[in-house]
Nanobody, 119 residues
Framework: VQLQASGGGLVQIGGSLRLSCAAS????????MGWYRQVPGKARELVAS???????NIDDSVKGRFAITRDNAKNVVYLQMNGLRPEDTAVYYC??????????????WGQGTQVTVSS
């Protein structure tokens, strides 16, 4: 199983970006999918997550600006980021809880995509 993240980049304050993360491989089921972010010297933190029945959990720091959605048919999770601020600058990682081959659940991570918000 692999998670491939894309969509990061450089954006000005107030701008928007949409991150995508596609899961591939032998996937029998996906429970939760989510996005985390990390800046140097700090722990990775949850930004947003979504369950297989579309229940979302959004961190207070991005509530009202970011939205998480998923396409279960394509095994893709999206993070729409609006009103970006310099403090949103980080490497963003996607995460998914997946039942793979042999019906084993595992926690999988994407490779990370850099988001930089500049003035």
């Amino acid at each position: 199983v692999q998670l491939q993240a894309s969509g990061g980049g450089l954006v000005q304050i107030g701008g928007s970006l949409r991150l995508s993360c596609a899961a591939s491989g032998t996937i029998l089921s996906i429970k939760s999918m989510g996005w985390y972010r990390q800046v140097p010297g700090k722990a990775r933190e949850l930004v947003a997550s979504i369950t297989d029945n579309d229940i979302t959990n959004i961190d207070d720091s991005v509530k009202g600006r970011f939205a998480i959605t998923r396409d279960n048919a394509k095994n893709v999770v999206y993070l729409q980021m609006n009103g970006l601020r310099p403090e949103d600058t980080a490497v963003y990682y996607c995460n998914a809880n997946i039942m793979a081959a042999w019906r084993r659940w595992g926690d999988y991570w994407g490779q990370g995509t850099q988001v930089t918000v500049s003035s």
